[in-house]
């Protein structure tokens, strides 16, 4: 049997995953309550129209970046042993980046604001355009952190530019009532993540080229993967403002950013930890599956109960959180919210084709996927509006899990239900969770019947309950397995001190 790999300190790759990814979540829940009080506060001082034109310019910016990511930070954790020639290269191509995308977007002002009949619109691109070149002399060396499993530091950044942006954006909205506080927050957060990338990894790179070979070969698949994700998560909005109007577009953007916002809350902290040890797994292409399926079963029993959870409260969280002005986004959440969770439990996929080298497999998923969503959502959202664009990025949401599966099973040479055997206990407990919401709370009164926060209060510990007594009593049954239901437990056992009964 293979001995856990270690960094020398004794310290196994799973410990250090585990770890990272607790700083990770660290990092993304005190960010995303940050930005879930920035969001609330903001989208109950500003019109849904004001929302839905900031979303638009902001999504052409994404695109725009997607349509040309390198994927420095991918480069620097592939590239284990990158020199100064390999950062050199990579800080000048993102400089290039950044400056061609803000002189697009800021081109592309006018055009926006006639096709949209909005002039608004024109001082929105500008203003969103500083934010790429910003971000294009972001330091190198930073994302060596990320390469070692090392995310204290990058905790350190994501809080202080969080807290710099959401206060400069709840300010100028509470004074101004203005879209320009979403923009002036965002470049903010960006001006502060910039020198923090400096001072806690000093460096100065220069403008070079010599790795341009190496850097290009690995990165090209990688910008081609880049480019077909853009165009499959960015472009319903500016479509949905087209046909819906400002309004449908900015219902239909709160409802998909407060979906993946909840479920990534667990979700990306895994999937990003886990990308740099499946990377130092490189030699060993078992262990890097097993890692894999462990990461799947890990995901699904984190995010896909709080998705489908959120899915169940989001009439009553909502009306709580928003305000009347956005009643319209809850059935928005209701059916994207579970199809996000399902896909949550792919977001490594991608990675572990990564890191076996195969980006190929994944620009051609991303193809397909762009091949079949594109027309069926444009003409669900034209013949149907704001609920056929919801119910078309519902199902073919399903469609891109069968693409993931299909592309486990090619890069790994086994049976494509292997990861959804891996979460069964998840997919069994969520079900059990879902009987209580759907079957028996309705014949509840008492509940049903409470005011807004008892209801949700309990709603939450009931369903919360239910899933952890199912998921618990399934792994009991199963014979304790060492599996992410013994890690929980020995976290547990750490904290209170209590010897475990293994």
Same mark, same amino acid.
């Given at each position: 049997?293979?001995?856990? /790999?270690?960094?020398?300190?004794?310290?196994?790759?799973?410990?250090?995953?585990?770890?990272?990814?607790?700083?990770?979540?660290? =990092?993304?829940?005190?960010?995303?309550?940050?930005?879930?009080?920035?969001?609330?506060?903001?989208?109950?001082?500003?019109?849904?129209?004001?929302?839905?034109?900031?979303?638009?310019?902001? @999504?052409?910016?994404?695109?725009?970046?997607?349509? /040309?990511?390198?994927?420095?930070?991918?480069?620097? $954790?592939?590239?284990?042993? #990158?020199?100064?020639?390999?950062?050199?290269?990579?800080?000048?191509? #993102?400089?290039?980046?950044?400056?061609?995308?803000?002189?697009?977007?800021?081109?592309?002002?006018?055009?926006?604001?006639?096709?949209?009949?909005?002039?608004?619109?024109?001082?929105?691109?500008?203003?969103?355009?500083?934010?790429?070149?910003?971000?294009?002399?972001?330091?190198?060396?930073?994302?060596?952190?990320?390469?070692?499993?090392?995310?204290?530091?990058?905790?350190?950044?994501?809080?202080?530019?969080?807290?710099?942006?959401?206060?400069?954006? @709840?300010?100028?909205?509470?004074?101004?009532?203005?879209?320009?506080?979403?923009?002036?927050?965002?470049?903010?957060?960006?001006?502060?993540?910039?020198?923090?990338?400096?001072?806690?990894?000093?460096?100065?790179?220069?403008?070079?080229?010599?790795?341009?070979?190496?850097?290009?070969?690995?990165?090209?698949?990688?910008?081609?993967?880049?480019?077909?994700?853009?165009?499959?998560?960015?472009?319903?909005?500016?479509?949905?403002? *087209?046909?819906?109007?400002?309004?449908?577009?900015?219902?239909?953007?709160?409802?998909?950013?407060?979906?993946?916002?909840?479920?990534?809350?667990? =979700?990306?902290?895994?999937?990003?930890?886990?990308?740099?040890?499946?990377?130092?797994?490189?030699?060993?292409?078992?262990?890097? *599956?097993?890692?894999?399926?462990?990461?799947? #079963?890990?995901?699904?029993?984190?995010?896909?109960?709080?998705?489908?959870?959120?899915?169940?409260?989001?009439?009553?969280?909502?009306?709580?959180?928003?305000?009347?002005?956005?009643?319209?986004?809850?059935?928005?959440?209701? $059916?994207?919210?579970?199809?996000?969770?399902?896909?949550?439990?792919?977001?490594?996929?991608?990675?572990?084709?990564?890191?076996?080298?195969?980006?190929?497999?994944?620009?051609?998923?991303?193809?397909?996927?762009?091949?079949?969503?594109?027309?069926?959502?444009?003409?669900?959202? @034209?013949?149907?509006?704001?609920?056929?664009?919801?119910? +078309? +990025?519902?199902?073919?949401?399903?469609?891109?899990?069968?693409?993931?599966?299909?592309?486990?099973?090619? +890069?790994?040479?086994?049976?494509?239900?292997?990861?959804?055997?891996?979460?069964?206990?998840?997919?069994?407990?969520?079900?059990?969770?879902?009987?209580?919401?759907?079957?028996?709370?309705?014949?509840?009164?008492?509940? /049903?019947? #409470?005011?807004?926060?008892?209801?949700?209060?309990?709603?939450?510990? @009931?369903?919360?309950?239910?899933?952890?007594?199912?998921?618990?009593?399934?792994?009991?049954?199963?014979?304790?397995?060492?599996?992410?239901?013994?890690?929980?437990?020995?976290?547990?056992?750490?904290?209170?001190?209590?010897?475990?009964?293994?």
């Amino acid at each position: 049997m293979p001995k856990p /790999s270690t960094n020398g300190q004794g310290e196994t790759l799973t410990g250090r995953v585990a770890r990272g990814a607790a700083w990770i979540l660290g =990092a993304g829940l005190s960010a995303r309550l940050l930005g879930a009080v920035n969001t609330i506060i903001v989208a109950r001082l500003l019109a849904p129209g004001d929302i839905g034109l900031v979303a638009v310019a902001t @999504i052409a910016m994404q695109l725009l970046q997607g349509f /040309s990511d390198i994927g420095v930070s991918q480069a620097v $954790v592939k590239f284990r042993d #990158a020199d100064r020639d390999d950062l050199d290269t990579l800080f000048t191509l #993102a400089v290039i980046r950044g400056l061609l995308i803000g002189l697009l977007l800021a081109g592309a002002a006018p055009i926006a604001a006639a096709f949209y009949g909005d002039p608004r619109m024109l001082p929105a691109f500008l203003g969103v355009a500083a934010f790429p070149l910003i971000m294009g002399f972001i330091n190198p060396r930073f994302f060596e952190f990320e390469r070692d499993l090392q995310f204290s530091r990058e905790f350190v950044a994501t809080i202080l530019n969080r807290l710099a942006g959401v206060a400069v954006s @709840i300010t100028i909205a509470v004074i101004f009532r203005t879209y320009w506080a979403i923009i002036l927050g965002m470049l903010t957060g960006g001006v502060v993540q910039l020198a923090l990338s400096y001072m806690l990894r000093p460096f100065a790179p220069r403008l070079s080229f010599r790795s341009f070979k190496k850097v290009f070969g690995f990165s090209s698949w990688l910008a081609g993967v880049s480019f077909m994700a853009a165009l499959n998560n960015k472009l319903d909005v500016p479509i949905l403002a *087209r046909i819906a109007g400002g309004g449908g577009a900015g219902v239909y953007f709160m409802g998909f950013q407060l979906s993946e916002m909840i479920t990534g809350q667990f =979700a990306a902290p895994l999937t990003r930890a886990l990308y740099p040890g499946l990377s130092e797994l490189q030699g060993d292409i078992e262990r890097m *599956r097993q890692a894999f399926l462990q990461g799947v #079963a890990a995901l699904g029993a984190f995010a896909m109960p709080v998705a489908f959870g959120f899915a169940f409260v989001a009439q009553d969280l909502t009306n709580l959180l928003l305000g009347a002005k956005w009643a319209d986004v809850a059935p928005v959440i209701q $059916v994207l919210a579970p199809v996000v969770g399902l896909q949550s439990l792919f977001f490594a996929t991608q990675s572990y084709a990564v890191a076996l080298g195969m980006t190929r497999l994944v620009f051609f998923r991303e193809l397909i996927f762009f091949l079949v969503r594109f027309p069926i959502f444009v003409w669900a959202a @034209i013949t149907h509006g704001l609920r056929g664009a919801v119910l +078309a +990025a519902a199902v073919l949401g399903l469609f891109h899990v069968i693409l993931n599966l299909a592309l486990y099973a090619r +890069a790994s040479g086994r049976p494509f239900w292997e990861p959804l055997v891996s979460a069964r206990r998840s997919f069994a407990a969520v079900a059990c969770m879902s009987i209580y919401f759907l079957v028996l709370r309705p014949v509840f009164p008492m509940v /049903s019947e #409470a005011s807004l926060i008892l209801r949700l209060f309990a709603d939450i510990l @009931i369903g919360g309950g239910i899933y952890l007594i199912a998921h618990g009593g399934l792994w009991v049954l199963e014979g304790r397995p060492n599996s992410i239901e013994r890690n929980i437990l020995n976290v547990i056992v750490a904290l209170t001190g209590r010897p475990s009964r293994n």
